[in-house]
T-cell receptor, first 113, second 116 residues
């Protein structure tokens, strides 16, 4: 089965607030992680990635944190906007495999205006 | 990022027929392509990994004779759902990556298959 899972299936936030989406993984051999955004009826869209030699990486309005000790990932979205409403997945790549991403269960983020 | 195109974006077929879905990398050579299936309100589940010119590697529980994968060139992989049944109705998504490990794989827009 998949080794990546999420704590919260749904998250509702007010526009302008910060969002935090969490993800737990179980395979300590995983060394590359990606957060994806998926809108209804579309394929996953890359948001941000992080390698296991890092514990934090920032993008535009997004930050990914990696805690290898407890096998935990989080995605922080600053100043959440209605356009951020979607399902968010974390995915992991297992070392020595060929870029096959294993997906977690997903969290639906709803941004209320 | 690189562009991966899937065709068709949606298809309806009769039970018992076969359906072919194409996945193309438009601006890079995809040495490896991946096929996922996603049921409503669920995550993406990896079905198989295909490397150009070799047989696909299927995940446990995925029937290789039912889901035929061909990766004949560095820009095209196809998934054929044979003898489709209503329970095969799902969202099928491909992704493609180049030769560098631990880098982003690029996703297609998905194909909605409905078997009636």
């Amino acid at each position: 089965g998949e080794s990546v899972g999420l704590h919260l299936p749904t998250l509702s936030v007010q526009e302008g607030d910060n969002s935090i989406i969490n993800c737990a993984y179980s395979n300590s051999a995983s060394d590359y992680f990606i957060w994806y955004k998926q809108e209804s009826g579309k394929g996953p869209q890359f948001i941000i990635d992080i390698r296991s030699n890092m514990d934090k990486r920032q993008g535009q309005r997004v930050t990914v944190l990696l805690n290898k000790t407890v096998k935990h990932l989080s995605l922080q979205i600053a100043a959440t906007q209605p356009g951020d409403s979607a399902v968010y997945f974390c995915a992991e790549n297992i070392r020595d495999n060929n870029n096959d991403m294993r997906f977690g269960a997903g969290t639906r983020l709803t941004v209320k205006p | 990022g690189a562009v991966v195109s899937q065709h068709p974006s949606w298809v309806i077929c009769k039970s018992g027929t076969s359906v072919k879905i194409e996945c193309r990398s438009l601006d890079f050579q995809a040495t490896t392509m991946f096929w996922y299936r996603q049921f409503p309100k669920q995550s993406l589940m990896l079905m198989a990994t295909s490397n150009e010119g070799s047989k696909a590697t299927y995940e446990q529980g995925v029937e290789k004779d039912k889901f035929l994968i061909n990766h004949a060139s560095l820009t095209l992989s196809t998934l054929t759902v044979t003898s489709a049944h209503p329970e095969d109705s799902s969202f099928y998504i491909c992704s493609a990556s180049g030769q560098v490990l631990n880098t982003e794989a690029f996703f297609g827009q998905g194909t909605r298959l409905t078997v009636v």
